[in-house]
């Protein structure tokens, strides 16, 4: 029991003996909105014969060194971990390791050496990104260029591939099983008199199949809380799974908002149709053509970056994302295409001043509603992400003020008014708008079923992104 206006926690209405007692209420002590930071999972396969780190068993990561000894060195788990940290060293990072499919297969390739040489130098490979510098003396033969170029591949374990020589041939195969070693780019530069190598153009390593199930890695984190995902796999039974946690640890029971990232470097066609399969709000495709990193480690980036935005409405436009190459001209986006992309809900990447790779504009997944119509309600990734940070302040207060709350007549106004105010401190943030002029929509109501549950309609304007701007310049003579 209690006076009209006030209710005790510790203090019983049945007390007899004299006293003067105090109990401490701190339900009324937060009057500020809940901070928002971002922590990042990755998902990434390991090396299961130097891996440190069980299988499905999630792990903070805040070093290339500890994801190397964590995960096997030049393993997918930690070149991704590797690429998030380059980008966003201050990042909350956590990655999960599956191990590759037992029927899979590794993706190769091969190059062919021609000699002797006529004179010394320098060949250079590019694994990747990764150049690889092998000397080469004159006179030697295709059997000694290639045996040389096996040996200053071995010394950099770091590498997403494995190199053997036969002879004049060089063949490289991925360390991993699956689909992920297909987008192993190699090429060779910087040829010696009397020293050819078969291909001349740069090749992908191709025959990698049967992808691991990241499903039960995704099960494993289910409540872990991590508001950004990453997949490194494209895959339809990976893109199906990504898309059904997100659902799920997202979805108004389990109420812990998150986002996926995945990359792609092909044909603006093949990102489209990558992004039509997912046509979901909470899920958004970076796409960089051209660049010789693996799709895995460009999500990596581009997940750290979102990290780093605290402020869920505040566009991620001109962000750079530190660590990508730079893709040479010819396959650099041109307005057009990147106007193609943000059609189809795909986030180009671009070489901007003094080769910063940046974001464009990041967008989500989400272009048509279940009837397949046109909807662009959820088009940029700020807005899942501020709807997703405007339930948080409301659940967080309404938790703090009335954790053992009486439901009576009083009970309804109260509620409105701490929303109302969750409201108001959203809008001096500039995360939402128009407060006062849609407050009348802002409903709170006995449940006409239930006589314990209060419901609420809570009106939400969202702050777009100033991302257009057209000015008319007159001319006057």
Same mark, same amino acid.
């Given at each position: 029991?209690?006076?009209?206006?006030?209710?005790?926690?510790?203090?019983?209405?049945?007390?007899?003996?004299?006293?003067?007692?105090?109990?401490?209420?701190?339900?009324?002590?937060?009057?500020?909105?809940?901070?928002?930071?971002?922590?990042?999972?990755?998902?990434?396969?390991?090396?299961?014969?130097?891996?440190?780190?069980?299988?499905?068993?999630?792990?903070?990561?805040?070093?290339?060194?500890?994801?190397?000894?964590?995960? /096997?060195?030049?393993?997918?788990?930690? +070149?991704?971990?590797?690429?998030?940290?380059?980008?966003?060293?201050?990042?909350?990072?956590?990655?999960?390791?599956?191990?590759?499919?037992?029927?899979?297969?590794?993706?190769?390739?091969?190059?062919?050496?021609?000699?002797?040489?006529?004179?010394?130098?320098?060949?250079?490979?590019?694994?990747?990104?990764?150049?690889?510098?092998?000397?080469?003396?004159?006179?030697?033969?295709?059997?000694?260029?290639?045996?040389?170029?096996?040996?200053?591949?071995?010394?950099?374990?770091?590498?997403?591939?494995?190199?053997?020589?036969?002879?004049?041939?060089?063949?490289?195969?991925?360390?991993?099983? /699956?689909?992920?070693?297909?987008?192993?780019?190699?090429?060779?530069?910087?040829?010696?008199?009397?020293?050819?190598?078969?291909?001349?153009?740069?090749?992908?390593?191709?025959?990698?199949?049967?992808?691991?199930?990241?499903?039960?890695?995704?099960?494993?984190?289910?409540?872990?809380?991590?508001?950004?995902?990453?997949?490194?796999?494209?895959?339809?039974?990976?893109?199906?799974?990504?898309?059904?946690?997100?659902?799920?640890?997202?979805?108004?029971?389990?109420?812990?908002?998150?986002?996926?990232?995945?990359?792609?470097? /092909?044909?603006?066609?093949?990102?489209?149709?990558?992004?039509?399969?997912?046509?979901?709000?909470?899920?958004?495709?970076?796409? *960089?053509?051209?660049?010789?990193?693996?799709?895995?480690?460009?999500?990596?980036?581009?997940?750290?970056?979102?990290?780093?935005?605290?402020?869920?409405?505040?566009?991620?436009?001109?962000?750079?994302?530190?660590? +990508?190459?730079?893709?040479?001209?010819?396959?650099?986006?041109?307005?057009?295409?990147?106007?193609?992309?943000?059609?189809?809900?795909?986030?180009?990447?671009?070489?901007?001043? /003094?080769?910063?790779?940046?974001? #464009?504009?990041?967008?989500?997944?989400?272009?048509?509603?279940?009837?397949?119509?046109?909807?662009?309600?959820?088009?940029?990734?700020?807005?899942?992400?501020?709807?997703?940070?405007?339930?948080?302040?409301?659940?967080?207060?309404?938790?703090?003020?009335?954790?053992?709350?009486?439901?009576?007549?009083?009970?309804?106004?109260?509620?409105?008014?701490?929303?109302?105010?969750?409201? *108001?401190? +959203?809008?001096?943030?500039?995360?939402?708008?128009?407060?006062?002029?849609?407050?009348?929509?802002?409903?709170?109501?006995?449940?006409?079923?239930?006589?314990?549950?209060?419901?609420?309609?809570?009106?939400?304007? #969202?702050?777009?992104?100033?991302?257009?701007?057209?000015?008319?310049?007159?001319?006057?003579?």
């Amino acid at each position: 029991m209690a006076s009209p206006n006030i209710s005790f926690d510790q203090i019983p209405a049945s007390i007899r003996k004299p006293g003067k007692y105090f109990e401490f209420n701190t339900k009324l002590a937060v009057r500020t909105l809940p901070g928002n930071p971002q922590r990042v999972l990755v998902i990434g396969q390991r090396l299961t014969d130097t891996a440190a780190q069980p299988a499905l068993a999630a792990l903070d990561v805040f070093s290339d060194e500890q994801a190397a000894q964590a995960f /096997g060195r030049g393993s997918n788990a930690h +070149l991704m971990a590797r690429a998030a940290i380059n980008a966003n060293p201050y990042l909350q990072l956590t990655v999960i390791g599956v191990d590759d499919a037992a029927a899979g297969t590794a993706a190769s390739g091969s190059v062919t050496f021609s000699g002797p040489a006529a004179a010394a130098g320098v060949l250079s490979l590019f694994i990747g990104a990764v150049r690889v510098d092998v000397a080469v003396a004159a006179g030697d033969d295709a059997s000694k260029i290639a045996a040389s170029a096996q040996a200053a591949i071995a010394k950099l374990s770091d590498l997403p591939i494995a190199a053997s020589a036969a002879k004049e041939v060089l063949t490289f195969t991925a360390r991993h099983k /699956g689909s992920i070693g297909n987008a192993i780019t190699v090429k060779a530069q910087e040829q010696i008199a009397g020293v050819g190598v078969t291909p001349v153009q740069a090749f992908q390593l191709k025959g990698g199949a049967g992808d691991p199930d990241i499903a039960p890695a995704l099960a494993a984190v289910a409540s872990g809380g991590h508001q950004i995902i990453v997949s490194p796999l494209v895959g339809d039974a990976a893109l199906t799974a990504l898309r059904t946690h997100l659902d799920f640890v997202s979805g108004p029971l389990e109420q812990r908002g998150a986002i996926g990232v995945i990359a792609s470097t /092909g044909a603006l066609a093949d990102a489209a149709a990558l992004s039509a399969k997912l046509d979901s709000g909470r899920i958004t495709a970076a796409w *960089y053509r051209g660049s010789a990193k693996l799709p895995a480690d460009i999500a990596a980036a581009y997940a750290a970056v979102i990290a780093s935005e605290e402020d869920p409405a505040r566009p991620l436009n001109t962000l750079e994302v530190p660590g +990508l190459d730079v893709a040479d001209l010819a396959s650099r986006t041109t307005r057009t295409e990147q106007e193609n992309a943000l059609y189809n809900g795909v986030t180009p990447l671009e070489v901007a001043a /003094g080769n910063r790779v940046q974001i #464009v504009r990041a967008i989500s997944t989400y272009t048509k509603d279940a009837q397949g119509v046109d909807d662009v309600s959820l088009l940029d990734i700020t807005t899942i992400r501020t709807l997703d940070y405007v339930r948080k302040s409301c659940r967080e207060r309404i938790a703090l003020r009335f954790p053992r709350e009486k439901l009576s007549d009083r009970t309804p106004s109260k509620v409105r008014s701490e929303l109302l105010d969750v409201l *108001y401190k +959203l809008e001096e943030l500039e995360i939402i708008e128009q407060v006062e002029a849609n407050k009348a929509g802002l409903i709170v109501e006995r449940d006409l079923q239930d006589a314990n549950r209060l419901d609420a309609k809570i009106p939400v304007d #969202v702050v777009n992104g100033l991302h257009v701007f057209a000015g008319r310049i007159d001319l006057l003579l």
